[in-house]
């Protein structure tokens, strides 16, 4: 896309949050979104197929900044900690608005998986920049069989578990992670 068509698409998605802000997620639709954008319905059909397609790119636009706000805002250097409060950043992210969207997402669950692996991916590249960050670690705490991101992978799955699970005390977790690595 050219930068023009970027910027278009970045207004009509900031439009349908309008809508959904307003209305809800049942209100948004293709006209709705030109009508809101005062542009052409067969333009919107240039950035989106369909309403799911305006779903998914809410979703993963919630998530990509939720996780950017992260990235700023929990800054400690010790990753046990980091941890904790990532888990409860994210659990005050999971509000009435994540799960909304989330669930609007039931038409297209495959599309829905595909954009959240992604997001996952860069959490896990996040866990290990964090990990590689931590001054504190033991030196021999890695080696080929127990790597970085091995580890980032298996506190990555324990996190997703926690936050399904809507469990907000991860002391047990936090204390695996506090022995395998000082």
Known sequence: ???????????LIKC?????????????NIRRLAAEANIAVGTVYNYFDCKQDVLLALTE???????EEMK????????SIQ???????LHSKMDDRAVRLMKSLHNDVAAGRVRM??????????????????????QNVWDEA?????FAEFVLM???????????NANTFIQIIERVLY
């Not at 896309?1 to 207004?11: A, G, I, P, S």
């Open 1 to 11: 896309m050219r930068k023009k068509d970027t910027e278009l698409r970045e207004r």
């Open 16 to 28: 349908a949050i309008r809508i959904e802000y307003s209305d809800g997620v049942d209100a948004i």
């Open 61 to 67: 636009d919630f998530w990509t900044t939720a996780l």
């Open 72 to 79: 700023n805002n929990i800054t400690e250097e010790r990753f």
């Open 83 to 89: 941890i904790a409060r990532i888990l409860t950043y």
């Open 117 to 138: 692996m992604s997001t996952l991916r860069v959490l896990h590249q996040t866990l290990v920049e964090r990990l590689k960050q931590d001054r504190n670690i033991r």
């Open 146 to 150: 127990f790597t970085m991101e091995s």
């Open 158 to 168: 324990h996190l997703v578990l926690l936050l399904q699970q809507n469990e907000t």
